[in-house]
Antibody, heavy 117, light 110 residues
């Protein structure tokens, strides 16, 4: 069965960076995009970007351009999302999600990132 | 990029129907048949309910249906059940490899 297992919660100081991992299993890792979506406390979903693990090509939401880096390691079927120059506005739950026909059919459990001095 | 527009709340009694709208523009909802809908219960990850405007993934009850007219997409939940109470988000592919989400609609089963 398809599973996406994310790394654990993080607490970071303003100005720092965070890197969240997403371990995929149960399907061919290189045949589906991996999306990253975040959700601030009590707020809606926000698309951050995606990667094609087959060739490493990425697309980022304009809002995060220059601050987010999405990578993947096909040898361990894991995708990563790194966000730099963190502020309190980046406090959120970060989800990875498998791409499926311009949607996302399987989601990770979410990783809480808290940015606080 | 502005989020797609959804009503903040909707409600219905058990057995009734509720319809949620999702309004975008010609650059997203109106320009592509790649609208999807997600259900999210508190503290849980979103669940895909509808993709490509009208298609249901395996395992999603046929009480859930999607449609689109122009730049407005809609999700209808027929025969409301208690477990349908959740937040619902629309999403659409947008120009130049972007995705948009709506602000979310909280559905209450009265």
């Amino acid at each position: 069965q398809v599973q996406l297992v994310q790394s654990g919660a993080e607490v970071k100081k303003p100005g720092a960076s965070v890197k969240v991992s997403c371990k995929a299993s149960g399907y061919s890792f290189t045949t589906h995009y991996m999306y990253w979506v975040r959700q601030a406390p009590g707020q809606g979903l926000e698309w951050m970007g995606r990667i094609d693990p087959f060739n490493g090509r990425t697309n980022y939401a304009q809002k995060f351009q220059g601050r987010v880096t999405i990578t993947s390691d096909t040898s361990i079927t894991t995708a990563y999302m790194e966000l730099s120059r963190l502020t309190s506005d980046d406090t959120a739950v970060y989800f990875c999600a498998r791409g499926f026909s311009y949607a996302s059919d399987f989601w990770g459990q979410g990783t809480l990132v808290i940015v606080s001095s | 990029q502005s989020a797609l527009t959804q009503p903040p709340s909707a409600s219905g009694s058990p057995g009734q129907s509720v319809t949620i709208s999702c309004t975008g523009s010609s650059s997203d909802v109106g320009g592509y048949d790649y609208v999807s809908w997600y259900q999210q219960h508190p503290g849980k990850a979103p669940k895909l309910m509808i993709y490509e405007v009208t298609k249901r993934p395996s395992g999603v009850p046929d009480r859930f249906s999607g449609s689109k007219s122009g730049s407005t997409a809609s999700l209808t939940v027929s025969g409301l059940q208690a477990e349908d109470e959740a937040d619902y988000y629309c999403s659409s592919y947008a120009d130049t490899n972007n995705w948009m989400f709506g602000g979310g609609t909280k559905v209450t089963v009265l």
